[in-house]
């Protein structure tokens, strides 16, 4: 199967998940998250606001967490139809839903790219080499290319593909995926 096939596949199986399985799952993935090592070294955490309506892994848990537990937050906002920016957010952060439904940060000061040491990263599917299917914009690959993040990405236990996942030479590898079940390393 191509990308655009899988990606169809994995969004229609999320689309028929219940409330209750995405919000209890979602509880574990986080609370696993917040077990490694790396994430309570991490001083800096990027991670991106998720969209309930379809049904990714919710990220209140972890933004919420990062804002009350002094990490510092940076969130991603879409600038065009290629280029992100990166801000630092604060539990005074207004927010806006960009065209897709992302919320994004209206206010706050830019930072590099490299600038993290954790990035939450959202995925479509996962494979166990730690392959990631995104959403197809090509957003995060330009972004994971350029930073020297520890590049963890969160998805339901079913979004891991039994076999490899097609990449390309601009896919970016992450080095850790974390289910609802288990850490990948």
């Known amino acids: ?12 199986k999320r689309a028929d998940l219940s409330i209750d399985f995405v919000k209890a799952n979602s509880q574990k993935i ?12 991490a001083d800096i955490v990027h991670c991106y606001a998720s969209i309930k309506e379809n049904s990714e892994v919710e990220t209140d848990l972890i ?6 537990n002094g990490k510092e937050l940076v969130m991603p906002k879409v600038l065009s139809k290629v280029e992100m920016k990166h801000v630092g957010v ?3 952060t207004g927010f806006k839903e960009n065209r897709w439904g992302v919320k994004e ?6 930072v ?3 600038y993290p040491d954790l990035i939450v990263v959202p995925m479509v599917a996962g494979d166990w080499q730690k392959n990631r299917l995104g959403y197809g914009k090509g957003y995060y690959d330009r972004f994971l290319s350029r930073t020297k993040g520890l590049k963890v ?7 891991l593909h039994n076999v490899n ?14 289910t609802e079940n288990e850490i990948i390393r």
Do not use: W
């Open 30 to 41: 986080a609370q696993h998250l917040f077990t490694l090592e790396e994430f309570k070294k």
């Open 153 to 159: 990405g969160i998805l339901f236990d079913f979004q």
């Open 63 to 68: 933004l919420d967490f990062c804002l009350n």
């Open 1 to 12: 199967m191509d990308k655009q096939a899988l990606r169809k596949l994995y969004l229609r």
């Open 90 to 92: 604060s539990s005074i």
């Open 165 to 178: 996942l097609p990449v390309e030479d601009f896919d970016v590898p992450l080095d850790i995926l974390i």
């Open 105 to 110: 940060p209206v206010d706050g000061k830019s």
């Open 112 to 114: 590099q790219a490299d």
